[in-house]
């Protein structure tokens, strides 16, 4: 990992922490699920947002005012609001993917859930994804949320990714092998 990213990690590491705690100790974790949803779909969405929190051209009152707009126009919790008006008082919103990400895996760890990330060649059905997660749980013993990816390069199979394991059933691999056993071959 390189240092600036580090870097990032670390100060979205700490806010992170803090709000994550604020909203736990005032029991309002699915309020603040809500507002991390929230934040990232804004964030997706919106290039004018991905502008205003990574441009230096804004000055920090121009950061604070919008954000007080936007946090009141999405109905963000209090704990949430207040604190990316700090960030953006501290010229720490460039943050903000990376808050989202540190936010999420606490909130996970909290549920006892697992985030597992699927790469599929198509789209997998509702079906398709509860059987995937019911057969994970299984396996992990944790509740399994599926994040899922579609690669048509796969050209079949899934790519599924949790914590460290990677089990990879893509048709694309098993041809790759296929070809490097071919080579050994001959």
Known sequence: MSEPASISTGIAARYAIAVFELSKDAKGLKGLEADVDAIDVALNDSADFRDLISSPMYSRDDQTKALAALSAKMKLSTSVANTLALMAQKRRLFVLPQLISSLRALIAEEKGEVTADVTAAKALTKAQSDKLAKTLTA???????????????????LIVKVGSKMIDTSIRSKLSNLQNAMKEVG
């Not at 990816?149 to 050209?155: F, G, K, P, Q, T």
């Open 139 to 157: 396996s992990i013993g944790k509740d399994v949320k599926i994040n899922l990816a579609v690669d048509e390069s796969l050209i079949g199979g």
